[in-house]
């Protein structure tokens, strides 16, 4: 008896303490919940080796998502945990809802040489120097008072686009339209800023000079490089080695990119400390007169040069291979084509070119943008988000420092999202007839632009450049693929990115009034 009540209390005991252990295992296990699944792979060195073996780097993380069958996963890449996110919940929980948190980006040897020690916008982390620049960006440059006085030069380019494309009509009408395409937002941009689209002397009315073609490829390069998995972006005790190439690329091309930029800049503050200039013309004259609260300058030299690089790197690419990817598969869905040339006929006609101020009117032709930005981003990532303390996201913890890469492509062509989402089909982006499309997604179902407090502040300019040359293509000329070939274009992409694996040429007739395309050759 005395022996059974000791025993049944010490079994009292002991199954409180289980129960008591249980309970503190659960809380904190609650604590802290587990990482993303993914791979650590080695101390040191993470998964960086084996991401080495799988070029691209994209493909070989996507081929892993589907295989664990995630929408977030976690590759430790060197000491880094790096976080892909291909469901737009999550997206939206990172930028929207825990925007605060995710408000840096990575310091990491190709970013730092990019901006030249963090001197722009984009690459900054959340310091002043982010805010003052991206102050400087959104308020003193892209600005809708901005946007209106900017307003002449975009049209000059416009203008030069149609032309460049109407005399190769004439010859054999074969367009190569990336090289068009890539050239118009170059020379746009460099109007903007420099108020010239040509760095050589003269021959403004022939073929891209060579000096275009050696900035505009500097341009690419740099994109290409940038955040680009590189060695000494996630084994920095290795940089000095440089045993993957990335870095002497990068300054390579950042030296060819400014050899064109820099003497236009050094010459242009010598022009206003003389005097010699006294009338705000471009970009390039704003970035020189911005003033602080003491009346002084409020960009150095350093920083003009450095934020007029970082211009290029963010106007070029985007535009030109949105509407690349979107006039091939127009031209492979004649219906398409044929519908946005309606939309062109009715709201412009053919007597005139289109303009920016009938751009509202245009919803087809912006959903054919649109949709090129889902199914074919020119980056398979958006910039890396990096957090600034521990936190969770979906249940899943990730800690500070975390690189968070949402996948601009995954999420694009997430089947829970997107019916069909292979096909090209910009209907799916009209809600309702009366609706404004916008080629942003705040909702970050696709992302193009981004949103957020590090969110794209050149949508409008941005917007505009892409359906410009859009509707100025697809107005101005009729598209077909090139004779005495397959009727269809090849649309593959390249293997190492995202954009189309041939450039894109294509058989163009003008298809207006005469007397528009006379008008522009005087
Ligand atoms: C179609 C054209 C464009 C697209 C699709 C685009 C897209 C993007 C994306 C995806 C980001 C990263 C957002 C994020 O980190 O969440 C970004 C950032 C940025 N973009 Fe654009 N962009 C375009 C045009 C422009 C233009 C014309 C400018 C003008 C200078 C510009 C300036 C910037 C800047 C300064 C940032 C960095 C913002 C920050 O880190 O605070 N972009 N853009
Ligand atoms: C870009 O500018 C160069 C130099 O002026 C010119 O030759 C070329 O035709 C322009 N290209 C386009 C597409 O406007
Ligand atoms: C700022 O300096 C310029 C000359 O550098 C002068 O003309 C202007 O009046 C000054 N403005 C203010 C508010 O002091």
Same mark, same amino acid.
């Given at each position: 008896?005395?022996?059974?009540?000791?025993?049944?209390?010490?079994?009292?005991?002991?199954?409180?303490?289980?129960?008591?252990?249980?309970?503190?295992?659960?809380?904190?296990?609650?604590?802290?919940?587990?990482?993303?699944?993914?791979?650590?792979?080695?101390?040191?060195?993470?998964?960086?080796?084996?991401?080495?073996?799988?070029?691209?780097?994209?493909?070989?993380?996507?081929?892993?998502?589907?295989?664990?069958?995630?929408?977030?996963?976690?590759?430790? =890449?060197?000491?880094? %945990?790096?976080?892909?996110?291909?469901?737009?919940?999550?997206?939206?929980?990172?930028?929207?809802? #825990?925007?605060?948190?995710?408000?840096?980006?990575?310091?990491?040897?190709?970013?730092?040489?990019?901006?030249?020690?963090?001197?722009?916008?984009?690459?900054? *982390?959340?310091?002043?120097?982010?805010?003052?620049?991206?102050?400087?960006?959104?308020?003193?440059?892209?600005?809708?008072?901005?946007?209106?006085?900017? %307003?002449?030069?975009?049209?000059?380019?416009?203008? %030069?686009?149609?032309?460049?494309?109407?005399?190769?009509?004439?010859?054999?009408?074969?367009?190569?339209?990336?090289?068009?395409? #890539?050239?118009?937002?170059?020379?746009?941009?460099?109007? +903007?800023?420099?108020?010239?689209?040509?760095?050589?002397?003269?021959?403004?009315?022939?073929?891209?000079?060579?000096?275009?073609?050696?900035? =505009?490829?500097?341009?690419?390069?740099?994109?290409?490089?940038?955040?680009?998995?590189?060695?000494?972006?996630?084994?920095?005790?290795?940089?000095?080695?440089?045993?993957?190439?990335?870095?002497?690329?990068?300054?390579?091309?950042?030296?060819?990119?400014?050899?064109? #930029?820099? *003497?236009?800049?050094? #010459?242009?503050?010598?022009?206003?400390?003389?005097?010699?200039?006294?009338?705000?013309?471009?970009? +390039?004259?704003?970035?020189?007169?911005?003033?602080?609260?003491?009346?002084?300058?409020?960009?150095?030299?350093?920083? $003009?040069?450095?934020?007029?690089?970082?211009?290029?790197?963010?106007?070029?690419?985007?535009?030109?291979?949105?509407?690349?990817?979107?006039?091939?598969?127009? $031209?492979?869905?004649?219906?398409?084509?044929?519908?946005?040339?309606?939309?062109?006929?009715?709201?412009?006609?053919?007597?005139?070119?289109?303009?920016?101020?009938?751009?509202?009117?245009?919803?087809?032709?912006?959903?054919? &943008?649109?949709?090129?930005?889902?199914?074919?981003?020119?980056?398979?990532?958006?910039?890396?988000?990096?957090?600034?303390?521990?936190?969770?996201?979906?249940?899943?913890?990730?800690?500070?420092?975390?690189?968070?890469?949402?996948?601009?492509?995954?999420?694009?062509?997430?089947?829970?999202?997107?019916?069909?989402?292979?096909?090209?089909?910009?209907?799916?982006? $009209?809600?309702?007839?009366?609706?404004?499309?916008?080629?942003?997604?705040?909702?970050?179902?696709?992302?193009?632009?981004?949103?957020?407090?590090?969110?794209?502040?050149?949508?409008?300019?941005?917007?505009?450049?892409?359906?410009?040359?859009?509707?100025?293509?697809?107005?101005?000329?009729?598209?077909?693929?090139?004779?005495?070939?397959?009727?269809?274009?090849?649309?593959?992409?390249?293997?190492?990115?995202?954009?189309? &694996?041939?450039?894109?040429?294509?058989?163009?007739?003008?298809?207006?009034?005469?007397?528009?395309?006379?008008? +522009?050759?005087?």
């Amino acid at each position: 008896m005395e022996t059974g009540t000791t025993s049944f209390c010490i079994n009292l005991c002991l199954l409180l303490a289980l129960c008591f252990a249980t309970k503190w295992l659960c809380l904190k296990k609650r604590k802290t919940p587990p990482l993303p699944p993914g791979l650590m792979g080695y101390p040191i060195v993470g998964c960086f080796p084996e991401m080495m073996k799988n070029k691209p780097t994209f493909r070989w993380v996507q081929q892993l998502m589907q295989e664990m069958n995630t929408e977030i996963a976690c590759i430790r =890449l060197g000491n880094t %945990h790096v976080i892909f996110v291909t469901s737009p919940q999550l997206a939206r929980e990172l930028l929207r809802k #825990q925007d605060v948190i995710f408000a840096s980006r990575a310091d990491v040897l190709s970013a730092r040489l990019a901006s030249n020690g963090y001197l722009t916008a984009i690459f900054s *982390p959340n310091c002043d120097q982010w805010k003052k620049m991206r102050r400087v960006i959104a308020s003193g440059v892209l600005s809708p008072t901005m946007h209106q006085w900017l %307003h002449n030069k975009r049209s000059k380019e416009v203008d %030069h686009l149609v032309k460049y494309v109407f005399k190769q009509s004439l010859t054999n009408g074969l367009v190569n339209v990336r090289v068009a395409a #890539q050239h118009y937002c170059g020379n746009m941009t460099r109007k +903007l800023i420099f108020n010239k689209r040509f760095f050589g002397t003269g021959m403004e009315d022939g073929d891209p000079g060579m000096e275009e073609e050696d900035h =505009l490829h500097g341009v690419f390069t740099i994109l290409k490089y940038v955040y680009g998995f590189g060695i000494g972006d996630y084994l920095p005790w290795l940089e000095v080695f440089d045993l993957d190439g990335h870095k002497r690329i990068i300054k390579d091309a950042l030296k060819k990119v400014r050899k064109y #930029q820099d *003497p236009e800049i050094d #010459q242009r503050v010598e022009m206003w400390q003389q005097g010699m200039k006294k009338i705000q013309e471009d970009i +390039l004259d704003v970035f020189i007169n911005l003033k602080d609260s003491n009346n002084n300058s409020l960009l150095s030299i350093e920083e $003009i040069k450095a934020e007029i690089t970082e211009f290029m790197l963010a106007t070029i690419d985007n535009p030109s291979n949105a509407v690349e990817w979107a006039l091939a598969e127009m $031209i492979n869905q004649p219906d398409i084509l044929d519908r946005a040339c309606k939309e062109l006929d009715q709201v412009v006609g053919k007597d005139r070119l289109v303009d920016e101020s009938d751009l509202p009117m245009l919803n087809y032709v912006k959903v054919c &943008a649109k949709e090129a930005f889902r199914l074919h981003p020119v980056a398979a990532f958006n910039v890396p988000h990096v957090s600034i303390k521990d936190t969770t996201v979906g249940g899943y913890f990730i800690p500070k420092d975390s690189h968070v890469l949402l996948s601009r492509r995954g999420l694009g062509r997430n089947s829970r999202v997107w019916k069909d989402p292979l096909i090209y089909k910009p209907e799916r982006h $009209i809600i309702n007839k009366d609706s404004k499309v916008l080629l942003v997604d705040h909702e970050l179902r696709m992302l193009s632009f981004s949103t957020g407090r590090r969110g794209c502040p050149g949508i409008v300019l941005g917007s505009t450049m892409t359906i410009m040359l859009l509707a100025r293509l697809i107005q101005g000329f009729s598209w077909t693929a090139p004779p005495n070939g397959p009727s269809n274009i090849d649309l593959v992409e390249s293997d190492g990115g995202l954009l189309m &694996a041939k450039p894109l040429v294509a058989h163009a007739v003008a298809r207006l009034e005469p007397n528009v395309y006379l008008k +522009l050759m005087q």
